[in-house]
């Protein structure tokens, strides 16, 4: 059964700060993997989408990678800013009905 | 285009009363799903489906019941509510079950007292 963990669960940085947030997942046989953002009280915003076949995705400031073999993948925020304050989850889709798996997120408060 | 929506938006229920959500999407997707969202658990699969006229049980099905008549709707319900279905429900849809993002609606958040 899939598992998918995200660590830190809180991070706080000051504004500017270049920043990582970590997902492990343990069953390496994913299709693809999605990173979201959820605002407090909101729904699921898609932020990037990265296929077993990349490594790496790329939209404006944020980059993710994707490591099968070693069961990660990694979402790089640069030059960060207050409007970057947000929880962000990352969900593996696998298996034989290729289900997404969430974490269960990394609250990110940028302070000014 | 609207994306995915949902309705209603907030509801409060008596233990043992029904209620059906509404998911309904404009992207022409065939795959839709219903999660629900508890602190400390995470997004869970309830139901999902894969086109029009068919369901199929996610991770935590029971107590829930789904329709897809129509290709654009995805209905959640709730027969007999139960405190421990207090929750945000969410509603998804994709292009596919692979290959493509899933997008989600504004969500629902069910109390039962």
């Known amino acids: 059964k899939q598992e998918v963990t995200q660590i830190p669960a809180a991070l706080s940085v000051p504004e500017g700060e270049n920043l990582v947030l970590n997902c492990s997942f343990t069953d390496s046989a994913i299709y693809n993997l999605q990173w979201f953002r959820q605002d407090p009280g909101k729904g699921l915003t898609s932020l990037l989408l990265i296929q077993s076949s990349q490594r790496e995705q790329t939209s404006g400031r944020l980059n993710a990678s994707l490591d099968k073999s070693s069961g990660r993948s990694t979402l790089y925020i640069a030059a960060s800013q207050p409007g970057d304050s947000a929880t962000y989850l990352c969900?593996?889709?696998?298996?034989?009905?290729?289900?997404?798996?969430f974490g269960k997120g990394t609250l990110l408060t940028v302070n000014p | 285009n609207a994306g995915v929506t949902q309705t209603p938006k907030f509801r409060v229920l008596k233990t043992g009363q029904s209620m059906t959500l509404l998911c309904a999407q404009d992207m022409n997707h065939e795959y839709m799903y219903w999660y629900r969202q508890d602190p400390g658990m995470g997004l869970r699969l309830i139901h999902y489906s894969v086109g029009e006229g068919t369901t199929a049980k996610g991770e935590v099905p029971d107590g829930y019941n789904v329709s897809r008549l129509k290709k654009q709707n995805f209905l959640l319900g709730l027969e007999s509510a139960a405190p421990s279905q207090t929750s945000v429900y969410f509603c998804a849809s994709s292009l596919d079950a692979r290959s493509y993002e899933q997008y989600f609606g504004p969500g629902t958040r069910l109390t039962v007292t």
């Open positions: 969900a593996g889709r696998g298996g034989s009905n290729y289900k997404l798996t």
